[in-house]
């Protein structure tokens, strides 16, 4: 888990390197995120840990902060295995 931690914070980071980011804060009312960079962290995430993003979990409350992906890829992974 917590390597899904650090590889979604890296990703972030990679972007907003003057910024800390905490696992629970909210990255849309951060004001980081905009449409172009919401489908990057879609596309990240489902290269990295190997899942497929479907249209029903397209939810903001799934990508909203680094627990809500670390939670969404662990859902995705625990179905597909």
């Excluded at 990057?40 to 627990?67: A, P, R, Y």
């Amino acid at each position: 888990m917590a390597d899904i931690h650090t590889k979604t914070r890296d990703f972030i980071n990679h972007f907003f390197p003057n910024v800390t980011i905490q696992d629970d804060q909210d990255i849309f009312t951060m004001g980081f995120i905009n449409s172009l960079f919401a489908m990057q962290l879609v596309m990240f995430v489902e290269s990295e840990f190997g899942i497929t993003v479907e249209n029903e979990d397209l939810d903001i409350n799934n990508f909203k902060s680094i627990n809500a992906i670390a939670s969404l890829v662990e859902r995705k992974a625990g179905n597909a295995a």
